[in-house]
């Protein structure tokens, strides 16, 4: 997870600045994150079943592999000038159906690790945080600095390397029968062999869970806000502001680092806390701060300090809402489940990018930046205040023994 996720965060500046300095449109900008994403979204959806007859270990070494190709096409295709506009969507197309099966794979790994461990299940996904904050950190930094001192083409390149290492680590190393298909032995054939049946139980499931549905309604909002700020809001703001590429991998690495205090804490004692007001809090922090600290043209020290603040409350929200997640799914489920899930939370996301550079361009940095905050706080605080989101206090307790059933 390290690996790989690592790449992907030079991507997220490499990315972008390449498409601003070869193309100055913040609008294509946009439409090359909307075509990453949107794959991702659409194929990991879909490839929930699979994960879980499959075995997600396959997958995911299978789809690093994929998305190493494609990411070394670009640079590669630059150099030899062959690299037209329409091929770089086409490639980072590519790159997003792969991965999304990719991360779910990883994801669906992580119960499996908790359960061998015998840890609680917010200590496992807190360290899953961790491991990911960790390479936000280390990735954007890397990612400002490379862009800076060689050029975005050396940070794409690399980001291919990190998909080529993250596919070796999960096929070769990871320990004897790590990562097998999902069983259920009480299943019916039918069931085990039905793709489609598969697919509509864990649409099913979905569907009658409301504080899951709200979650993932409520995430919708925020990923396409963030999608938003990374992919297009962000850039623009580092170049308009004179900071370049290095503020990019600076406030990122800062708002990581600060993440990963909060991951660690949460790792600690968040199987302790009350799940809702952690998550409410986490989103006060990490939500709308960081559009007005942009809006207000402020200093790049009172950026950093703001940025940090908001990773440190992030570090707590995904802990609490993967064990939430966990708790409520069966094992033999979760691979299909968490791939619809994460799909319907990520839907906003390829439009994101796109909707930001559309409006960035029609009515300037500042006036969105301002209605994207104003969009967040609204979004997390309305849907923390439903009656269903009381049930995350008490899922804890709920299924604690259905957890330790069998599969």
Do not use: Q
């Not at 993250?166 to 190393?173: E, K, M």
């Not at 550079?357 to 605080?381: D, E, K, R, S, W």
Request: aromatic share 6%; net charge positive.
């Amino acid at each position: 997870m390290a690996v790989s996720l690592t790449g992907t965060r030079i991507s997220v500046v490499a990315l972008p600045w390449f498409v601003l300095v070869t193309t100055g449109s913040a609008t294509r900008t946009g439409l090359v994150a909307f075509c990453e994403m949107a794959p991702y979204v659409v194929v990991k959806a879909f490839t929930g079943p699979l994960v879980d007859r499959i075995g997600p270990r396959a997958v995911s070494w299978t789809t690093d592999l994929a998305s190493a190709t494609a990411a070394a096409a670009v640079p590669l295709l630059h150099v030899l000038d062959l690299l037209t506009f329409p091929l770089l969507l086409v490639l980072v197309a590519v790159i997003g159906a792969a991965r999304g099966p990719g991360d779910l794979a990883k994801e669906v790994m992580v119960p499996e690790a908790a359960e061998h461990g015998r840890v609680p299940l917010e200590r496992a996904t807190g360290l899953s945080g961790v491991v990911e904050r960790l390479a936000s950190t280390v990735g954007l930094a890397a990612g400002g600095a490379l862009v800076t001192l060689l050029g975005p083409l050396t940070g794409l390149a690399v980001n291919a390397g990190c998909f080529a290492l993250g596919s070796v680590l999960v096929g070769l190393a990871l320990p004897r029968g790590t990562g097998r298909a999902a069983e259920d032995p009480a299943a019916a054939p039918a069931e085990r062999s039905g793709y489609w049946r598969r697919f509509g139980e864990g649409l099913a499931f979905l569907r009658g869970d409301p504080l899951l549905l709200t979650v993932i309604v409520m995430l919708g909002v925020t990923n396409f806000l963030d999608a938003a700020f990374a992919s297009v809001l962000v850039p623009v703001w580092a170049r308009e502001s004179g900071h370049g590429p290095t503020a990019i991998g600076l406030a990122g690495s800062v708002m990581g680092a600060a993440a990963v205090g909060g991951s660690l804490i949460a790792a600690a004692v968040a199987h302790r806390l009350r799940r809702r007001l952690v998550v409410l809090a986490g989103f006060l922090l990490v939500g709308a701060p960081r559009f007005l600290i942009l809006a207000a043209d402020a200093p790049l020290g009172a950026v950093l300090a703001v940025f940090a603040v908001g990773g440190f409350g992030a570090g707590f929200v995904n802990p609490v809402l993967g064990a939430v997640l966990v708790e409520r799914v069966p094992r033999r489920m979760l691979g299909r489940v968490n791939a619809l899930g994460d799909s319907l939370s990520w839907a906003g996301i390829p439009l994101g990018g796109l909707v930001a550079g559309a409006a960035v361009a029609a009515a300037g940095l500042v006036p969105i930046l301002l209605a994207c905050g104003t969009a967040y706080f609204l979004a997390t605080n309305l849907a923390g205040l439903r009656p269903e989101w009381r049930e995350m206090d008490r899922t804890r307790g709920r299924d604690a023994v259905k957890r330790r059933a069998p599969a």
